[in-house]
């Protein structure tokens, strides 16, 4: 299993729609998640850290599920500007300071 | 307060050359972390640097190797360059404070090798 799975899409939805995505992780010990964006041909950008509790910022809503080791991105009322890879990304086993990332998953939000 | 700078933005270079890419951190961070992303991929974890020292590394074989300065900038640099090594290197900068440490990335070096 790797350590870090993402569905790589693509995914098309259209402008308005809620789109979500999930990430597992195979380490039951990790304590760091974030969700980076990243345009084409570009560095990723922090979107969101994911916190136990689980996390919103505007239309973004970010949640963890320990139990099954995944992570979840919502994003409600797409914009074409969401158009993107989206990047999940966990701690190493027992290496807090070490981040594995998976292959991202792509959103075409289309007019 | 400058992000993060890498440079140089894009480089060709010939199998069996050497080279050298640069990164300076966000004001205020002292680790630097260095990736290589070939296309369709997530970055792949390269090495770390903090305290001028390489702290944790990845799969990389020894001809990748890095630096780290007082200044916290950093180098990494890779010798005997294979066609495989032509991807995009990011350099990300943090701090770790409170137990927690986000990294935040310089626009990246494309590397090209013919």
């Not at chain 1, 190493?92 to 991202?104: D, Y």
């Not at chain 2, 966000?26 to 680790?31: A, E, F, I, L, R």
């Not at chain 2, 630097?32 to 770390?48: E, K, T």
């Not at chain 2, 799969?59 to 200044?71: E, I, L, M, T, V």
């Amino acid at each position: 299993r790797k350590e870090v799975e993402q569905d790589p899409g693509p995914f098309n939805v259209p402008e308005g729609a809620t789109v979500a995505f999930n990430c597992t992780y195979s380490n039951s010990a990790s304590q760091s998640f974030f969700w980076y964006r990243q345009d084409c041909r570009k560095e990723p950008k922090l979107l969101m850290s994911v916190y136990s509790s689980g996390n919103e910022d505007g239309r973004f809503t970010a949640q963890l599920n320990r139990a099954s080791q995944y992570i979840s991105l919502l994003i409600r009322d797409s914009k074409l500007s969401d158009s993107a890879t989206y990047l999940c990304v966990v701690n190493a086993a027992g290496n807090n300071r070490k981040l594995i990332w998976g292959l991202g998953t792509s959103l075409a939000v289309n007019p | 307060d400058a992000g993060v700078t890498q440079s140089p933005t894009h480089l060709i270079k010939t199998r069996g050359q050497q080279v050298t890419l640069r990164c300076s951190p966000k004001s205020g961070h002292d680790t630097v972390s260095w990736y290589q992303q070939a296309l369709g991929q997530g970055p792949q974890f390269i090495f770390q640097y903090y305290e001028e020292e390489e702290r944790q590394r990845g799969n990389f074989p020894d001809r990748f190797s890095g630096h780290q300065f007082p200044n916290y900038s950093s180098e990494l640099n890779v010798n005997a360059l294979l066609l495989g090594d032509s991807a995009l290197y990011l350099c990300a900068s943090s701090m770790l404070a409170g137990g927690k440490e986000t990294q935040y990335f310089g626009p990246g070096t494309r590397l090209l090798v013919l």
